[in-house]
């Protein structure tokens, strides 16, 4: 019952308790439709704790690890609503089924199979089968990727028993993986690691289920099946983050490492935990975990949810204060363009006149001068007319007809604003080849130079064939493909001609969903102001600029995520129309690739020698003696610049070795900015842009 009230003069007087009393902001704020998953206490509840240390159990069985010695010292509090375990484990009446227990270990093992789950596991399990024994409730769990796995995960668990047994009725079995399930939904609901970390998630729920007690057995499984009370001191909350000590550090480096808690290593002490930086599994013995700090600032996803529809500034979930990120100001330092005030006329056209509003116009556009009456006829579009209409009567009749209302429009001539003036001029001259590149497959057939945007897209098949980028497989049940599409570009040289066309197979990564087929996304390119400052040193220097293309570059990219993708059109294997692409490799398109393909480059290129930037991280130097080469990475356009022509050579030949490069000589364009040189004068002018 949430409240109670009485019928006076009809009317309900609700009868309001301390808990359901809201200021008016909050209620303006719909606080009172978030459901939250515990109520926040002043001071932090060691039972609740110990509920989302153990996998979300519940308080009876608590109270028997309270019983029996483990938490002798804790004191038993009720538990507060947990919409995880509500999300976890809710289900439908339960129909008791009785059958004969074992009355020694071994003497009867349970077992069952899982899946698939709709999301590969890291790792790439998809299935996990259990093998539970009926006396002590002592329970084995194994992660497989195929069903076929299972006798093979069985003889390895026949053979660490080392004891004969007889498979029976599932009941057991089928109860256990219920409340894996349960236990995995709960605590995927209650952390902030991906759905693909139910692997470790589950392994963890099989690993607590060992260590507490449950109404069908009177001890705990890992008693009865070792003779020996299990411990808890070293059990913490799945998820929560934790400070890892690192290996060797420098001196002037942080010691510790900020990671997640995914589980418990088999065979070893310590801690499974996940490195967000290095995406890696590390097993340690030294951490301190941030258990408190994880649950006081916790945010229930459904309290997120709420206020991301809202709108409200959503505060930090995990990290303290001292972790958090700093703001990445995005051309922060690029003045805003103003525009110019002064009219141009005659057939000299000069770009730089020409400047588009930017957010307001009010903020951005200079005043123009017109004339007194223009200004009155404006108004008179703007402000509209004001019309004395007749009051509407409450009722009606439906027999009478609605007169027209006759509305007084403006009888000035129309003008377009002066402000546009020199954008039709500036669209009049731009050549009408530049327009001309097709927008989709369709248009791409029906062009005039359809045969040569055809040997495009062979081109770019061929590289996905011999980069073995994917492979035909059976959709597999629950997995929704994301698309993919052509993109069409005609790459021009130095006077402006169409050198080369090119075709490009994307993927539709908007369809992805973070946690299934991506996670880290992040990959930097060089800033504009950076490339500037190397173009300056090389005209200053007199040094040489050359300039290469990495074809089908993001191909490189290896992918920890198993993708499905439907065949491209125009592609389509005849017979296997039902089939989907695998992706082995990450291709255009995808949110992971550009990542993926930087990732690559930057461990390739250290090998040669080249140091990064520590300002700049798409930015590289070698030297050697008096000799220097700077290279640029801007996503798949790299620059050379350097002193020695051998050495840029070598450079450049290391390069073509390692990955499919397009020499273009020296450089000419750069991020569509059409470069003229003048060596004589040591000048490198940029005059604007080409397209």
């Not at 299972?150 to 079995?173: D, P, Q, Y």
């Not at 001029?425 to 989709?440: G, L, Q, S, Y």
């Amino acid at each position: 019952m949430i409240c109670s009230g009485s019928l006076i003069d009809g009317l309900y007087i609700l009868k309001v308790t301390p808990e359901l009393q809201l200021t008016n902001s909050e209620v303006n704020n719909f606080d009172i439709v978030a459901p939250l998953k515990r109520k926040r206490p002043i001071e932090l509840s060691y039972t609740y704790l110990w509920h989302l240390r153990l996998g979300h159990i519940n308080l009876d069985r608590i109270s028997l690890l309270v019983k029996d010695g483990p938490l002798s010292s804790l004191k038993v509090e009720a538990l507060p609503t947990c919409e995880s375990c509500l999300e976890g484990k809710m289900t439908k009446r339960p129909f008791p089924l009785k059958g004969n227990r074992a009355n020694d270990v071994l003497e009867l093992i349970h077992s069952d199979l899982c899946g698939p789950m709709s999301v590969q596991a890291r790792g790439g399990f998809e299935y996990f089968v259990t093998f539970t024994d009926d006396y002590s409730r002592y329970g084995y769990i194994y992660l497989l990727r195929r069903k076929s796995e299972c006798f093979e995960k069985f003889k390895a668990f026949k053979a660490e028993t080392e004891k004969r047994h007889s498979l029976t009725v599932n009941g057991v079995a089928e109860r256990r993986n219920r409340t894996l399930m349960e236990m995995v939904r709960s605590m995927m609901s209650y952390s902030d690691l991906p759905i693909s970390f139910w692997g470790h998630a589950i392994e963890t729920a099989a690993y607590i289920l060992n260590l507490v007690p449950s109404k069908s057995v009177p001890k705990t499984p890992t008693e009865l099946w070792t003779g020996r009370k299990p411990s808890l001191k070293h059990v913490r909350m799945w998820g929560c983050p934790a400070h890892v000590l690192k290996g060797k550090t420098d001196k002037l480096e942080t010691k510790t490492e900020l990671c997640f808690f995914i589980g418990y290593p088999r065979g070893t002490k310590g801690g499974l935990f996940y490195s967000p930086k290095d995406k890696k599994i590390i097993v340690s013995t030294n951490a301190h975990y941030l258990e408190e700090d994880y649950i006081r600032n916790h945010i229930p996803k459904s309290q997120l949810a709420l206020n991301e529809l809202r709108g409200d500034t959503i505060p930090a979930r995990i990290f303290p204060s001292e972790h958090e990120p700093e703001p990445f100001m995005v051309g922060a330092d690029i003045p805003l363009p103003q525009r110019s005030g002064r009219n141009v006329s005659g057939p000299e056209f000069e770009t730089s006149d020409i400047s588009l509003p930017v957010g307001d116009e009010e903020n951005v556009e200079a005043p123009v001068h017109v004339p007194f009456e223009e200004h009155i006829d404006e108004v008179q579009d703007v402000v509209p007319p004001v019309i004395n209409l007749p009051a509407l009567q409450p009722q009606q009749d439906e027999g009478v007809a609605e007169q027209p209302v006759v509305l007084r429009r403006s009888g000035r001539t129309r003008r377009p604003p002066v402000r546009y003036t020199l954008l039709g001029e500036a669209f009049d001259r731009i050549p009408e080849e530049v327009n001309t590149e097709p927008v989709c497959y369709d248009d791409a057939l029906q062009d005039k130079d359809a045969d040569k945007w055809l040997v495009a897209m062979k081109s770019e098949m061929e590289s996905m064939y011999s980069n073995q980028v994917w492979e035909l497989v059976e959709p597999p049940k629950g997995v929704k493909p994301i698309g993919c599409k052509w993109i069409y570009k005609k790459k021009r040289g130095i006077d402006g001609k169409v050198q080369t066309y090119k075709a490009r197979l994307v993927a539709k990564g908007y369809t992805q969903k973070e946690g299934i087929d991506y996670e880290e996304t992040f990959s930097p390119v060089a800033m504009l102001k950076s490339i500037r400052i190397l173009l300056s040193i090389a005209a200053y220097f007199d040094y040489e600029i050359w300039q290469m293309d990495v074809k089908t570059a993001f191909l490189n990219g290896s992918l920890d995520e198993c993708i499905y993708m439907k065949q491209p059109e125009g592609f389509i294997t005849n017979g296997q129309e039902h089939l989907l692409c695998k992706l082995n490799r990450s291709i255009y398109g995808l949110k992971q690739a550009s990542r993926s393909w930087n990732t690559c480059f930057d461990q390739t290129i250290k090998t040669f020698g080249f140091d990064q930037c520590h300002d700049e991280s798409c930015v590289y130097k070698k030297w050697n003696g008096k000799k220097v080469v700077f290279l640029v990475l801007y996503v798949d356009d790299i620059l050379l610049i350097g002193n020695c022509i051998g050495m840029l050579t070598s450079v450049k030949d290391w390069l073509s070795q390692r990955f499919d490069m397009k020499d273009l000589g020296e450089a000419a364009h750069i991020l569509g900015i059409k470069l003229m040189r003048n060596r004589k004068k040591n000048d490198r002018l940029i005059p604007g842009t080409l397209y």
